[in-house]
């Protein structure tokens, strides 16, 4: 038998309960993408400027504030709501750090999600470092079935990727998702993987308000150029970005290239047809030609046939604002695996 008393308390509790459930929805929850251990430099170098740890806080909607610290440092705020940039969702984020921050060794990386009822959720990160290294081989080789973990081989900089049979994939069609290998000592030399584009998000549809979608190769790159944004969003200067342009009628598809300023480009005139789930090969040669000035070309050649022996289309620059650097894949409103991967260095052909 259930005295009054007692029911009435039961009853206030539960209504309690349910009301502040209504009132202040679930309880916030991190996941840092990548796990809560992550190396960087142990390859022998680092790719460039910055380190990336990258996750989401779910749900997005319900957070009031994001920061992270470094060693105990002061917090420091993070983005969490989707810019049409480098943050795709809300929710998402991006904990970016300058390599010259890290401390040789293991760092503690503490992150604090704010619910809006006030309630704190914290996550730890052990980023461990690697300085002094010998330098990233070269060549340098990626087969993607000998892989376990994506970063062993490369640096996820942004996006979630995913290891598939084929190679690494993208799981969000957004703004640039970028992967990165090599060194910022890295000058002559040429990249050659293979691309399947699976989907795309058009242009003027969606979150695409940058009217392209592409898969790409970028040569030289040093990092994101501080702009004080968090995560920062200016991509240039760099070597060169080469993309292969995506379009809703897949008989348009063409090259172009930028030669690490925004507005500098050389876009081809020859259009390409291409399908969904065909593999192409894709290869991208920088090289420092003996007058000083740096030459870009690339290739693109269905699987299966023949390797054509002129480029597709070359990109010539004068004064290269970066004159070496590492190597990024990149998928930019577009749903790709990109499969094995070579680096060679020019003089060894």
């Not at 080469?242 to 930028?258: K, N, P, T, V």
């Not at 299966?304 to 894949?329: C, F, K, M, T, Y």
Request: hydrophobic share 35%; aromatic share 10%; with cysteine.
């Amino acid at each position: 038998m259930i005295h009054g008393s007692n029911f009435r308390k039961g009853w206030v509790l539960a209504f309690l309960l349910t009301f502040n459930s209504f009132t202040f929805g679930q309880s916030l929850d991190i996941d840092v993408w990548y796990g809560s251990e992550q190396s960087f430099g142990h390859l022998g170098g680092h790719p460039q400027r910055w380190v990336n740890l990258l996750g989401h806080v779910s749900p997005g909607e319900e957070i009031e504030s994001l920061h992270f610290s470094l060693n105990g440092s002061e917090l420091r705020e993070l983005s969490f709501r989707e810019d049409y940039k480098r943050i795709a969702r809300t929710g998402d984020f991006n904990v970016e750090l300058l390599c010259s921050e890290l401390k040789s060794g293991k760092n503690l990386l503490h992150i604090v999600a704010k619910h809006q009822s006030q309630e704190l959720v914290t996550a730890d990160v052990t980023v461990i470092n690697y300085v002094e290294g010998p330098g990233w081989a070269l060549p340098y080789e990626i087969h993607w079935s000998d892989v376990e973990d994506i970063q062993d081989v490369a640096q996820i900089v942004d996006g979630k990727w995913i290891l598939t049979g084929a190679g690494v994939r993208t799981t969000d069609r957004y703004y640039d998702r970028v992967l990165a290998f090599g060194d910022e000592r890295w000058v002559n030399y040429e990249v050659q993987t293979t691309v399947t584009i699976h989907a795309l998000t058009p242009p003027k549809s969606g979150p695409n308000k940058t009217n392209v979608s592409h898969a790409a190769i970028a040569t030289r790159w040093p990092g994101h150029d501080p702009d004080g944004n968090q995560p920062t969003v200016k991509w240039h200067p760099l070597g060169a970005t080469a993309e292969f342009r995506l379009g809703s009628d897949l008989s348009q598809c063409r090259w172009r290239i930028f030669d690490g300023q925004q507005h500098l480009r050389v876009e081809s005139d020859r259009r390409r047809q291409i399908q969904f789930e065909k593999p192409y090969h894709m290869k991208h040669r920088v090289e420092t030609l003996s007058n000083g000035h740096s030459r870009f070309q690339v290739k693109l050649w269905a699987v299966g046939e023949e390797e054509p022996e002129n480029a597709d289309l070359e990109r010539w620059e004068e004064n290269d604002d970066v004159q070496a650097g590492s190597v990024l894949l990149l998928a930019h409103f577009s749903d790709v695996t990109f499969g094995d991967i070579r680096v060679i260095p020019i003089d060894a052909r």
